[in-house]
């Protein structure tokens, strides 16, 4: 009863935090982010040298991905210029560079991770700023609309809702598994759960913000958010498979580490950016 406790209370604030962040200013916004970013490659890179056998410097990737998500903020938002991203390139040379003087059994092993926490953590948290900031023709600036980034949460956190309350109450009747290599306890009638409630959120988000998207553009982006949020969560269930552990961390009570909280999003983050960008070309 206490860990329901414990958990419950950890969501509330986490899912108050992370939509205030975002709905009060385009700056609480890009900071929340920015540090979400640099906690989970700093508890990713440690993961990997206590369970991989890597030496992976864990200082310069963190901040490194709280840069990038500044960075790609303010370009996004149009207050800097593409030079700003040149620090965030000098980075990425330190940590090829200094392989060369450190000695350590594994360089390979180290670069590896080090990049991987970019492409995996980092760059999907900055391309959040893309979902934000919109270029209006009509007036023309860039405007920050913020529905865009936490819908694609909204559709996660449906997701999650309808996938357990599916699967907790049909397993019995409907057992099969969706992927169980990864990950033995998801059902596909737990999966069709999730989607059902996130398309019925996706319509909530219609009717609530009507003239940003029409019902099939946020239908398809509820889809899409499903999908790649379910793979998202099976990458991480395979990772921490690899590495031998339950969690990611222990940072969030109940809820495990940060990986653990966002690692639906960061497949599903980088899938609706494409997803609007392929609506814009049709």
Known sequence: MKKIIVRTLTGVVFVFLLAGATIFSPIT??????????????????????????????????????????AFGGFSAGYTPSAGFIPYLLSMIYLLVSELYLRQPDP??????????????????????VLAFRFDAMTNRTVYEWVYPLSVFIFLWANDSGAYLAGSLLHKRFPARLFPRISPAKSWVGSVGGVVLTLVAASLVHYFFPGRQTAAGWAGLALTVCLFGTWGDLVESLLKRQLGIKDSGN????????????????????????????????
Request: a negative charge; proline letters at 4%.
């Open 29 to 70: 916004f890009t900071a929340l982010f920015a540090a979400a970013a640099a906690m989970t490659v700093w508890e990713f890179t440690g993961l990997v040298n206590d369970y991989a056998g890597a030496s992976t410097n864990r200082m310069i990737p963190s901040v490194a991905a709280f840069y990038l998500v500044v």
């Open 108 to 129: 390979l092993k180290n670069w590896a991770y080090a990049f991987a926490s970019q492409i995996y953590i980092a760059l999907p948290f900055a391309l959040l700023s």
């Open 251 to 282: 940072m969030l009570p109940g809820h495990g580490g940060m990986l653990d909280r966002f690692d639906s999003a960061l497949l599903a983050i980088p899938a609706a950016v494409l997803y609007f960008y392929t609506l814009a070309l049709f």
